[in-house]
Nanobody
Framework: QVQLVESGGGLVQAGGSLRLSCAAS????????MGWYRQPPGKQRELVAL???????TYADSVKGRFNISRDNAKNTVYLQMNSLKPEDTAVYYC?????????WGQGTQVTVSS
């Protein structure tokens, strides 16, 4: 059974930084894509960033140049370094993993950016 454990959310002032981590357990084969989605209050879940097995990355336009996604394949862990945070980055952030043929989600971690 694949499980995802997230950490690193919290409250930060605008302009500050946070780093999210997500560790996957129950993994036998290589993970396909890993990434992060977020759901702002009253809005739908949206893509933040993805990283493939080979390291190719995709970012939402709203976070390009501010956020950086990386992964440690040996640890089955994905990271999201968030810099220059804005109040509009406030959301619940969800870890995402594409493993074999299935999608897995973390429980979510709250990120709140105060102005």
């Amino acid at each position: 059974q694949v499980q995802l454990v997230e950490s690193g959310g919290g409250l930060v002032q605008a302009g500050g930084s946070l780093r999210l981590s997500c560790a996957a357990s129950g993994i036998i084969f290589s993970i396909n894509a890993m990434g992060w989605y977020r759901q702002p209050p009253g809005k739908q879940r949206e893509l933040v960033a993805l990283v493939s097995t080979g390291g190719s990355t995709t970012y939402a336009d709203s976070v390009k140049g501010r956020f950086n996604i990386s992964r440690d394949n040996a640890k089955n862990t994905v990271y999201l370094q968030m810099n220059s945070l804005k109040p509009e980055d406030t959301a619940v952030y969800y870890c995402y993993v594409r493993y074999i043929r299935w999608d897995y989600w973390g429980q979510g971690t709250q990120v709140t950016v105060s102005s």
